[in-house]
Every structure is written in C-alpha cells, then in structure tokens.
C-alpha cells in the first residue's frame, strides 16, 4: 500500500464531521495549514457557519474553494446590529441558496449581558426558522442563558420539521430530552473534556442523536497561539464521548458522521468525502 492509499485509508476508519467551525475567521494564510492538521487528524467535512451578511460570504467562498468544507448561513444572535429586516432577509437567502450551503447557521439566542435587545433576537430567530423552513435546510443554533425561550420559539416556528442541531450543548438531560423530541440532535463540543455535569448528560444520551463539533474561531484572548481551539481536537471529543458511552472511538466516529449526513439530508455524500460507511 503506498502512502497515499494508507493516508485514506486511516481517514476512513475514523472519518469525523466537525459539525460548527469559524474557520473563514482565520487569516488566509493560516487557514491551508489548519485544514491540513484537520485532515490529517480525519476530519473529513467541516462546517464554516457565518455570523453576519460579511462572513457568511466569506464562508460560502470558502466552501467553493475547499472540497471538505461546507458552509452555514445565518445570523448571530450577538451579532444583530438591530432588527432583521427584510432587506437582510432577502440577502440572506440570496446568500442560502448555493449548493455549498448545507444548513441554516449560525441563528438562536443570547442572553449574555450587553447582547443585543431580546426582542430583536427572537424576531430575527423566528424569521431564520421560517427561511429554513422554506428552503428545507436543517439549523444548526446556537443557545445561551435562553434556553426557554428557545425551546419554545422552535417549537412555535415548527422548526422541527427540518430538525438540525444544538450546538455547544452543555444543559440537563431533561433539556437534551426536548430538544431531541422536538426533532433536533446535540452538539457536543470541547467542554465535554471538563464538566463533570455534561459528562453525565452526555453518557446517557443515544448515539444516534449526537454530533460533535469544535466551534473553532480565532482564540486571540489566549496567548498562546497553540492553545487556540482548532478542527484537529475533534477527536478529543469523539475520544471522550467514548470513554462516557462505554464503547470505542471508531463507533463514535461512524455515529456522529452519519448522524450529521443523514441530519443533512443527503446534501454531502460519504462517498464525496471519501468515506467508507458500514452500511
Ligand atoms: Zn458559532
């Protein structure tokens, strides 16, 4: 077997998705050898979400120039400069409807102090649902200290019917419940490594409904540029989420990736990545 051949076949056996990146953040320089460590760690599709009309262009030109990256489009709930009006709707779907666009991402609610007026939040939300809604993308959102308010306004909008995911989970059991029963998967992400709590949540959860990702953005806060969170710790995720669901990496691997396609309803293909699956 020559290198190349081994280099596939390694990436096969554990071929991960990273489900919620923002990659497009990272300098253009920097961004070729990221994804070379990502890959060469198997993560084989990654997921650029954008945040603002500016980087979710940004994102969808990534997208077409990297064959294992796909993008999101949305708002951030944090990043709303005031209403969602329908001049950004319209170029927002504008922006959606492009064959390297897989899901509806980043949407939700945030509220985090300084965030901006919960009122705009929940009426930009609701908007991003029914366009996804009407383009049939799943959504993949983000939640934070809003966690009733989210439920709720998921299930008002029927945002069911396109499912997706909660990114970055880290609430009970009984939330995952409800999110699960409203037709979504949970995202896990590095806090998996540290929060006892989550840990416990996360052992009970069912492989089929889980995806992992690493959320990765530019961390300039930390100092040390080694220390930023990138693509190629997904397997530190996959690795624990083993550890807690009592079995090995490689069924955690093939789980969440076909979980995560099957979630994307048929818009990237295992075999476009080049991955084997079992079934
Ligand atoms: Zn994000």
């Known amino acids: 077997m020559d290198r190349e051949a081994q280099a596939v076949g390694q990436t096969s056996?554990?071929?991960?998705?990273?489900?919620?990146?923002?990659?497009?953040?990272?300098?253009?320089?920097?961004?070729?050898?990221?994804?070379?460590?990502?890959?060469?760690?198997?993560v084989?599709?990654?997921?650029?979400?954008?945040?603002?009309?500016?980087?979710?262009?940004?994102?969808?030109?990534?997208?077409?120039?990297?064959?294992d990256v796909r993008a999101g489009i949305g708002l951030h709930p944090a990043d709303l400069k005031?209403?969602?009006?329908?001049?950004?709707?319209?170029?927002?779907?504008?922006?959606a409807d492009h064959p390297s666009v897989v899901e509806w991402s980043e949407t939700g609610l945030d509220y985090m102090p300084r965030s901006p007026r919960w009122d705009i939040q929940q009426d930009a939300f609701r908007?991003?649902?029914?366009?996804?809604?009407?383009l049939g993308l799943p959504?993949?959102?983000?939640?934070?200290?809003?966690?009733?308010?989210?439920?709720r306004i998921l299930r008002e909008e029927g945002a069911g019917e396109v499912g997706g995911a909660w990114h970055y989970f880290d609430g009970s059991l009984e939330l995952a419940r409800t999110a699960m029963d409203l037709g979504f998967h949970i995202s896990l992400a590095k806090p998996l490594l540290r929060l006892p709590e989550l840990?416990?949540?996360a052992a009970a959860l069912p492989l089929e409904r889980l995806v992992i990702e690493t959320d990765s953005y530019p961390q300039h806060f930390k100092k040390n540029?080694?220390?930023?969170?990138?693509?190629?710790?997904?397997?530190?995720?996959?690795?624990?989420?083993?550890?807690?669901?009592?079995?090995?990496?490689?069924t955690v691997?093939?789980?969440?990736?076909?979980?995560?396609?099957?979630?994307?309803?048929?818009?990237?293909?295992?075999?476009?990545?080049?991955?084997?699956?079992?079934?």
């Open 127 to 134: 908007r991003q649902i029914r366009i996804a809604r009407e």
């Open 139 to 151: 959504i993949v959102f983000h939640s934070r200290e809003a966690s009733d308010d989210t439920v």
């Open 44 to 67: 084989a599709l990654i997921i650029a979400a954008g945040t603002t009309i500016e980087t979710c262009t940004a994102v969808r030109l990534l997208a077409d120039i990297y064959p």
């Open 253 to 279: 691997a093939e789980a969440t990736t076909a979980n995560y396609l099957r979630m994307l309803g048929g818009r990237v293909s295992a075999e476009e990545l080049g991955i084997a699956t079992a079934s």
């Open 82 to 95: 005031g209403p969602m009006d329908d001049a950004i709707e319209a170029q927002l779907r504008t922006l």
């Open 13 to 42: 056996s554990h071929a991960l998705v990273d489900g919620h990146t923002h990659i497009d953040q990272y300098g253009p320089t920097e961004l070729p050898q990221l994804l070379e460590r990502s890959r060469d760690a198997g």
């Open 225 to 250: 540029r080694e220390r930023w969170t990138e693509p190629w710790h997904l397997p530190q995720v996959a690795a624990k989420l083993a550890e807690l669901q009592e079995t090995d990496v490689a």
């Open 199 to 201: 840990q416990t949540v």
